[in-house]
């Protein structure tokens, strides 16, 4: 068991449409980070949740947007999909307030853009 | 802009096989240095991680890493590789001073084989 829930596990979409991932934090955790792992490739950071306020970004287009819930809930959407967005999308929890880098993921959801 | 290289990007031995797995990062600064291990259908895993002091570190399984600053490497190594050694091995980096949870700079990985 990872701790982190991701949902859904796989899904399939159109370019041009819009899609939701949403991650369950470990229990505890307050800080959600999203990585893209294209085939082939190591994660790469998206962005990060702290507060309900997006903290870090790395190098991705507007296109990808999150949120974090009171409950530390996150969900990244990505709009107008291209077919290089397909990747496996990583959800990893942290605690803000510990000093060990313990970052917790998920299996992932497994994203098709056809 | 930090970058990890992994220089092995599939290895296969044969059980009883020692293994090395080659790191190296490119920051100029101090930075805290991590290998994840993914077994196939499964989450990232820590193997291990060094933050300062000694630049051996031990980790889960058997696996050790050493920090050698002036080659700013940190190479993966396990005596004797076991069939469930099986997966793909990340080297990440994240700097220190961007929080506990700064964002993790991952090389591109290296899938093990270990035939039985």
């Known amino acids: 068991d990872a701790g982190v829930t991701q949902s859904p596990t796989h899904l399939i979409k159109t370019r041009g449409q819009q899609v939701t991932l949403r991650c369950s934090p470990k229990s505890g955790h307050d800080t959600v980070s999203w990585y893209q792992q294209a085939l082939g490739q190591g994660p790469q950071f998206i962005f990060q949740?702290?507060?309900?306020?997006?903290?870090q970004r790395g190098n991705f287009p507007d296109r990808f947007s999150g949120h974090q819930f009171p409950n530390y809930s996150s969900e990244l959407n990505v709009n107008a999909l291209l077919l290089g967005d397909s990747a496996l999308y990583l959800c990893?929890?942290?605690?803000?307030?510990?000093?060990?880098?313990?970052?917790?993921f998920g299996s992932g959801t497994r994203l098709t853009v056809v | 802009a930090q970058s990890v290289s992994q220089h092995n990007h599939h290895v296969i031995l044969s059980e009883a096989a020692s293994l090395e797995l080659g790191c190296n990062y490119s920051?100029?600064?101090?930075?805290?240095l991590f290998w994840y291990v993914q077994y196939p259908g499964q989450h990232l895993q820590l193997l291990l991680k060094y933050f300062s002091g000694d630049p051996l570190v031990k980790g889960i399984k058997g696996f050790e890493a050493e920090f050698i600053k002036s080659k700013f490497s940190f190479n993966l190594r396990k005596p004797s590789v076991q069939w469930s050694d099986t997966a793909e091995y990340f080297c990440?980096?994240?700097?220190?001073?961007?929080?506990?949870?700064?964002?993790?700079?991952f090389g591109q990985g290296t899938t093990l084989q270990v035939k039985p």
């Open positions: 920051y100029g600064g101090t930075v805290n």
């Open positions: 990440a980096v994240n700097a220190p001073g961007s929080g506990n949870t700064g964002k993790l700079i």
């Open positions: 990893a929890s942290s605690l803000e307030s510990a000093d060990n880098y313990g970052y917790t």
């Open positions: 949740y702290y507060e309900e306020e997006e903290r």
